[in-house]
């Protein structure tokens, strides 16, 4: 609380900041280290727990966006491919490769060559960083996976993608820790009420949630992460 209570303070101090981050959600707090990182000065609020809205509701996936093969979204699934694979080459104790068991439904609207195809497709869209896909006979999924009643299949297929190891709040939060490292001003339970222009520079009124106490941040540049609380 002391680094808080600090830091709220440095906060309403007069300092210009080169940048003030609203939300410390994934981009809020991956800006945050970012910025930090190249030596800007960087502040970041959040009204509640760092982490503590959409991005602690994650599937805690990072994936390669399988489903939009369907929509012929594939610039999309190019790029989610390989965002996928430098999370996993670049936070390799946190980002691990998982393999995903699919089973394929007789009458299912595809049919199992295009699907197996496609694991193929997804496989090279993401420049074959990841395991290769693995066709899955009947036969197979029973002797491998008992409980799983075949009957009503043509058989599966198996493929990759990533998983975060421990969870997504936390992973969140060591951007904001590594922000913090570089010099981030950081304070969690302070909310933005609103920001106006001000002789070229954004003056942010917030309010310390837990006090009630108003203050005004100045910044150059103000960076609205706060999510689905965009406005
Ligand atoms: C580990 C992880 C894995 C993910 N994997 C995938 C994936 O595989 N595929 C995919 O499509 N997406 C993925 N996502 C993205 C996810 O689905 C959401 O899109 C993302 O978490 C949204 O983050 P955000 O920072 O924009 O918003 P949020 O997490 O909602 O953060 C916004 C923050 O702003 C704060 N805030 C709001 N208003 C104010 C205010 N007035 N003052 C101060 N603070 C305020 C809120 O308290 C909140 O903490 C993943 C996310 C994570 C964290």
Redesign the pocket.
């Known amino acids: 609380m002391k680094l808080r209570d600090s830091n709220i303070e440095k906060l309403g101090q007069g300092t210009c900041y080169d940048a003030l981050i609203?939300?410390?959600?994934?981009?809020?707090?991956v800006s945050a280290a970012a910025l930090s990182g190249k030596g800007v000065k960087v502040a970041l609020?959040?009204?509640?727990?760092?982490?503590?809205?959409?991005?602690?509701?994650?599937?805690?996936?990072?994936?390669g966006?399988i489903k939009y093969l369907e929509s012929h979204d594939y610039r999309l699934v190019r790029e989610?491919c390989l965002g996928?694979n430098h999370l996993i080459e670049n936070y390799p104790s946190r980002v691990k490769e998982i393999r995903f068991y699919s089973t394929i439904e007789r009458g299912f609207r595809f049919p199992p060559l295009l699907l197996w195809l496609g694991t193929w497709v997804y496989w090279l869209f993401g420049n074959g960083f990841t395991k290769t896909p693995r066709w899955l006979s009947r036969q197979t999924i029973n002797a491998e996976e008992p409980v799983i009643d075949t009957s009503r299949f043509h058989g599966g297929f198996e493929y990759s993608d990533a998983y975060?190891h421990d969870?997504?709040?936390r992973?969140?939060f060591q951007f904001v820790r590594s922000a913090m490292d570089r010099g981030c001003i950081a304070a969690n339970y302070?909310?933005?009420?609103g920001a106006r222009r001000e002789e070229g520079y954004w003056i942010t009124r917030?309010r310390d949630v837990l006090t009630g106490k108003t203050l005004e941040i100045r910044s150059t540049v103000l960076i609205n992460?706060?999510?689905?609380?965009?406005n």
């Not at 302070?190 to 009420?193: G, M, N, P």
């Not at 992460?225 to 965009?230: E, I, K, M």
Request: charged content about 15%.
């Open positions: 609203i939300g410390g959600g994934i981009n809020g707090a609020i959040d009204q509640r727990d760092f982490a503590g809205f959409t991005s602690q509701q994650s599937s805690n996936l990072a994936w966006g989610l996928r975060l969870n997504d709040s992973f969140v302070v909310e933005s009420l917030a992460a706060s999510g689905p609380f965009v």
